[in-house]
């Protein structure tokens, strides 16, 4: 008897054993087409958000909750608009005329407080309280 013809005859033996290898097949299927995040961020950025984050918790222990931040932020902002945002909010409490132009205008503003906003939700989704300030 060929390996196959056994195996036909175990799975018509015990239906449940089929009913596992085939939720197993599809699980294996799914995760192969399992696409990449939408908003997939360098690596390098979120490294340096995370140790940022860290550094303002003061709390080695809040690596996973920085790193969930940055999952977060990155759910909601494609990288661009996340550098964009964060540079407005970093930014936009420096004095004279050249910080003008992160706190002046409606876009800078606009910016500025989606980012603050969408990263205090992030923070307290991931456990982490409120965001210090910067």
């Known amino acids: ?3 196959a013809v056994r195996a036909a005859t175990v799975l018509t033996q015990h239906p449940t054993a089929a009913s596992v290898i085939v939720a197993i097949v599809i699980a294996l299927v799914t ?3 399992a696409s990449p995040p939408v908003n997939d961020y360098p690596t390098s950025a979120r ?14 222990a809040d690596l996973y909750k920085c790193s969930c931040v940055i999952d977060q932020l ?14 407005f909010a970093h930014y936009s409490s420096l004095g004279g005329q050249g ?3 992160f706190r002046d205008s409606k876009e800078a503003r606009e910016r500025a407080k989606l980012y603050r906003s969408l990263e205090a939700q992030a923070f307290k989704y991931c456990g982490l309280g409120a965001p210090p300030a910067s």
């Open 1 to 3: 008897m060929s390996a």
């Open 31 to 33: 995760v192969a087409r």
């Open 47 to 60: 490294v340096e958000y995370v140790q940022e984050c860290m550094a303002r918790s003061a709390q080695l």
């Open 74 to 87: 990155a759910d909601h902002l494609t990288y661009d608009e996340f550098v964009e945002a964060s540079t």
């Open 99 to 101: 910080g003008g132009i």
